[in-house]
């Protein structure tokens, strides 16, 4: 008669631990959120003496896969996301805003029209990016990062009639060039190909800024 009672005791611990260890396997691992590419700053004043150009940025246009706060590696013709690590916005929204921050530090050349700004802006940019990813070269190797995408600059028929840039209704409504950058990672832990993703956002943007500029002078 003393042993049952025991007995159900015995169970209910050993039913309790089981729980117990349910509970810590189902336990989500921990993720480290980071973010990437230029900070962006308060707008500068126009001042007395404006830009002498005006654009407006489309939204960035961003494949799927890579568009959310994943983080994607590529192997081949295998994908896989980077565990333990996101992005602390979608990857789509982080590079939207260093693309403006390349631009507001040209801020003396180029004025980015808001996008609820009122006014049709002479020049109008759409960029679209087509990788943003992780390559390694066999698993385990130190991976490149790969950014590539596509600029296309387009004239108002209000610029086109009042400029003679580059940028005319006989060479067409619009210019375009595709811009990658492979920047290599230090090693192959989470820290170095964030690094890696910064660097490469940043030398980008900066270049499609830059091509902003001089294609529409």
């Known amino acids: 008669m003393i042993l049952r009672p025991v ?8 039913a309790m631990a089981a729980l117990s260890g349910c509970a810590l396997l189902s336990s989500p691992d ?4 980071y973010r990437f590419g230029l900070p962006v700053e308060a ?10 150009l005006t654009v407006s940025i489309r939204r960035i246009e961003f494949p799927q ?5 994943r983080i994607l590696g590529v192997t081949g013709l295998e994908t896989a996301y980077i565990g333990g690590a996101r992005w602390v916005s979608p990857a789509s929204t982080l590079f939207d805003d260093s693309l403006k921050a390349a631009f507001a530090n040209r801020a003396d050349r180029i004025r980015v029209l808001g996008r609820r700004e009122a006014g049709t802006p002479p020049l109008v940019l759409q960029v679209t990016v087509t990788t943003f990813e992780a390559r390694y070269a066999a698993p ?4 490149d990062v790969v950014v590539t995408a596509r600029a296309q600059l387009r004239s108002t028929p209000e610029r086109r009639a009042a400029s003679s840039g580059t940028i005319r209704p006989e ?9 990658t ?3 290599p990672a230090g090693d192959n832990r989470v820290s170095a190909i964030v690094a890696a993703f910064d660097t490469a956002t940043r030398d980008i943007n900066t270049q499609i800024a830059d091509w902003t500029i001089s294609s529409a002078n």
């Open 140 to 143: 385990g190797a130190v991976p």
């Open 171 to 179: 060479e067409g409504r619009s210019v375009e060039r595709v811009f």
């Open 43 to 52: 707008p500068s004043a126009v001042g007395d003496t404006p830009a002498p």
């Open 65 to 69: 896969a890579t568009g959310d706060d």
């Open 181 to 183: 950058v492979t920047q």
């Open 30 to 33: 921990p993720v480290q959120n």
């Open 7 to 14: 007995l159900r005791m015995a169970v209910a611990a050993a």
